[in-house]
């Protein structure tokens, strides 16, 4: 996906930097269209295994990785844009340019070159209503990673109260069972003295009436 993205900046550039002419400009944006659309499924595939991820860590990782693709792809999406513009004035001003070179022309060369300029002020539109539309998607799908990442948070924090009253209720189940094992012993001690003493006082009795004499 890296890769793919590299070379999306240097076709960006390569429309920046192109003075024309419009079959040009028409050829780069079809293979900026198709760049943006492989780096969407990557995305969609990418989101769709952080999903289904079982460790919440990794999970989160993964969301994190999309939601920076999906920041590139609008900044170089508001770059195409840009791109496009700078790519139209350079055709407008190198038209105008023909036109001042040229001097007196014919009214059939004047109405190829509105032509020209309408047909390119056409393309440039609909490149520029395409890259709304994709920007628009991007956002919707930025929106979408982002409301992910805040219900994976809110499960991790539910996560780790249930955690933290399950530790809470260990430690009360120690205590208790401390304390019921003291309890036991301090029975077990007094169950022995009582012992001992009826003992002691079946001797003394047995005692006194087998020997009253001692």
């Known amino acids: 996906m890296l890769r793919l993205e590299e070379h999306l900046v240097i076709c960006l550039q390569d429309i920046r930097d192109s003075p024309g002419p419009l ?17 969407r499924l990557r995305i969609q ?32 999406q508001n770059a195409w844009r840009k791109a496009n513009l700078a790519c139209k004035l350079a055709i407008d001003n190198h038209e105008k340019d023909e036109l001042l070179q040229s001097g007196d022309s014919s009214v059939r060369q004047r109405k190829m ?73 301090t029975d077990k001690l007094l169950i022995f003295l009582a012992l001992a003493l009826f003992l002691a006082t079946v001797v003394y009795i047995l005692k006194k009436r087998i020997f009253p004499f001692l």
């Open 45 to 76: 595939d990418l989101e769709q295994m952080a999903k289904e991820q079982d460790k919440e860590s990794e999970k989160q990782m993964l969301l994190a990785e999309v939601e920076n693709h999906h920041k590139q792809m609008l900044s170089n």
């Open 113 to 185: 070159t509105k032509e020209g300029l309408v047909q390119t002020a056409s393309s440039i539109t609909e490149s520029l209503m395409t890259i709304s539309r994709m920007m628009s998607q991007q956002v919707q799908q930025s929106e979408e990673s982002v409301q992910t990442l805040a219900t994976s948070s809110r499960t991790v924090q539910e996560t780790n109260e249930e955690f933290k009253n399950m530790t809470g209720t260990i430690q009360l189940g120690r205590k208790l069972i401390t304390k019921y094992n003291r309890r036991e012993l």
């Open 23 to 39: 079959n040009l400009l028409t050829e780069f944006n079809a293979k900026v269209k198709e760049m943006f659309h492989q780096l």
